[in-house]
């Protein structure tokens, strides 16, 4: 690899560690203010679970930028590295909608309600960051399947079985759909 590039991509990665980091406080900060004010004793038991889950995912994603950005200052980042970092990127958005949707008992129709599936463009620019196309085409590549495997997860199950969007293609029937 080109020298140019190479301190290009560690600058890169350097940037992004800090913006996980950043990230990971920012979203840290707003579950305080927004959960703050409810004492352990008086949280309903998913709000309890939901704030242990949120904790944890944003604290390990926090570890992650801070790790990456250790070995980028210490210069023991190598280029292969970008590829375990890009797949923990999708793993913990993916991983989070799933808890959330695990503690609420919501199935794949409500993917998109919560506000961790929201953090896909911010990903998707960190992946961008990282000036490798196929870093980027991998990153999308593991974000669509995450994400169409969020949503199949007891897809229809919000309006009962059968009815969603893939309940035509989860019976057993054939022309089940109303079609003929």
Do not use: K
């Amino acid at each position: 690899m080109m020298p140019r590039l190479r301190a290009a991509e560690i600058e890169a990665e350097r940037v992004v560690a800090l913006l996980r980091m950043v990230v990971a406080v920012v979203l840290g900060s707003f579950l305080i203010f927004a959960l703050g004010p409810n004492l352990p004793e008086n949280r309903i038991p998913i709000l309890h679970r939901q704030w242990g889950f949120a904790v944890v995912t944003v604290v390990a994603y926090f570890l992650l930028g801070l790790g990456t950005w250790v070995l980028v200052r210490r210069d023991l980042f190598r280029h292969w590295m970008v590829w375990p970092t890009v797949t923990a990127d999708a793993l913990f958005l993916v991983l989070s909608v799933w808890l959330s949707m695990r503690n609420t008992g919501m199935a794949g129709d409500a993917a998109f309600a919560f506000p961790s599936i929201w953090l896909v463009p911010l990903v998707l620019a960190f992946g961008v960051l990282r000036i490798n196309p196929a870093v980027m085409a991998y990153l999308v590549a593991l974000l669509a399947a995450g994400i169409a495997l969020l949503i199949s997860l007891g897809a229809g199950g919000m309006r009962g079985p059968g009815t969603g969007p893939s309940g035509c293609f989860c019976r057993y029937r054939p022309m089940s759909c109303g079609w003929g």
